[in-house]
Structure formats: structure tokens, C-alpha cells
């Protein structure tokens, strides 16, 4: 990988409809930076949550301590816990709208013997396909709720310059129904490069169904 320039987004990438959010978000690059190293990977899946007409969303029942992150500027991070295993979204919209876009996989691009040494695995495809493994395989935590993802320090989001940018041949960009999900579980807002061997779930739900 050569050298990129790592600048975080600004504000106003995030200002903006958490579906269109969500889409623009695959093919960026995630940075987590730690006194460890640095770990990157390019985004190639993601999922929105609508602040209205979604019972799946968080923000459904008004802010309260566990979610009042979602509530916040866009571009904060929100992380929440399920099974004992962090998510991390970035927060869409305008403050205290209540939406975001999940980041459930991402393509390992660099810091990948950090990831394996966070993950305790050597396999590449497994180290950050899927939300908990991803948090894991880049040590997010609860930490990073509430997080400013523009100041461009720890966890942020950035461009790819330098490294294909919009021209690297990802695949084509599709939407499908939400993974996991029990409810609202048929919206189509989920967001994939079709094909991507890096794309979590079943190999049926990563193609151009």
C-alpha cells in the first residue's frame, strides 16, 4: 500500500440522508489509529437506519443513556453492544434527527498483522467481514461513543487518495435487505459491492441477488 493522504471527512459528508450516507460510504477507508500501529480497510458494506418508519433503529424510542449518541452531530460515532460484541455506525443527518449508517465489513488494507493479533486469527477474509469482528480487529469499543469522526485523531473515516479512489474496481455497488435484523427486516437498506469476497453473511447474500 502506498502512502495515503489519511484527512478525515468533514461534517457535511455526513449532513446528509442516512441512505445516501451509507451508499457513499463503501469504497472509504476506515483509520483507527492506536499506540499499537495503525489499522485501515476500504468499506464495502454497510447498512442505514432510518429515523422514521424503522422499528430496527435505536433512535425508535427517543434518546435515553444508551443511545443518546445517535442523537448527535452527524459524523459522531455510535457504538452499541449486542451479545458482548461492539458495532460501530457513524451518525447521519442533522443533530437530533436520530439515524446512522452501521459499517458491517471492510476489506483489510493495512495494519493486517495488528488485526490478526487483535482477532487471534490468521485468515485474512475472516478478520474484519462482520460488524463484531470488525470492531474487534480495529479495538473499537464503547469508547468511541459519542466520538468525533471529522477531528481525524483515533477513529475517522477518509478518502482512499492514493489508493485506487474512486477508480479501484470494487465491484458493483447493490442494496439489499438488512442482515440480522428481526425487525423492519425487509427494508432494502443494505449496501454491498456485489461479489466482494470481504462482504459478511452468506455467500447469497453477498452476490447481485
Not at 422499528?55 to 434518546?63: K, T
Request: charged share 25%; aromatic share 8%.
Amino acid at each position: 500500500m502506498t502512502s495515503p493522504t489519511l484527512d478525515p471527512l468533514p461534517r457535511d459528508f455526513y449532513d446528509r440522508d442516512v441512505r445516501q450516507v451509507a451508499r457513499e460510504m463503501l469504497g472509504k477507508l476506515l483509520v483507527r489509529r492506536s499506540r499499537d500501529g495503525i489499522t485501515v480497510g476500504r468499506i464495502v458494506e454497510t447498512e442505514a437506519y432510518l429515523p422514521e418508519g424503522d422499528s430496527a433503529c435505536h433512535a425508535v424510542a427517543g434518546p435515553n443513556r444508551k443511545t443518546a449518541a445517535i442523537f448527535g452531530l452527524p459524523g459522531t460515532g455510535y457504538v452499541y453492544v449486542i451479545h458482548a460484541r461492539h458495532c460501530f455506525n457513524a451518525v447521519a443527518d442533522a443533530s437530533g434527527v436520530g439515524c446512522a449508517a452501521l459499517i458491517r465489513a471492510v476489506e483489510p488494507v493495512r495494519g493486517v498483522a495488528l488485526m490478526q493479533k487483535r482477532r487471534q486469527r490468521v485468515e485474512l477474509l475472516d478478520l474484519a467481514r462482520g460488524p463484531a469482528r470488525l470492531c474487534e480487529a480495529f479495538a473499537i469499543d464503547r469508547t468511541f461513543n459519542g466520538w468525533d469522526l471529522t477531528i481525524g485523531r483515533s477513529l475517522f473515516l477518509a478518502d482512499d487518495e492514493g489508493n485506487g479512489g474512486p477508480n479501484y474496481e470494487l465491484g458493483v455497488q447493490v442494496s439489499t435487505p438488512r442482515i440480522g435484523v428481526t425487525s423492519a427486516k425487509d427494508l432494502p437498506l443494505r449496501y454491498i459491492f456485489a461479489d466482494n469476497q470481504y462482504v459478511s453473511g452468506p455467500k447469497h447474500l453477498r452476490s447481485r441477488n
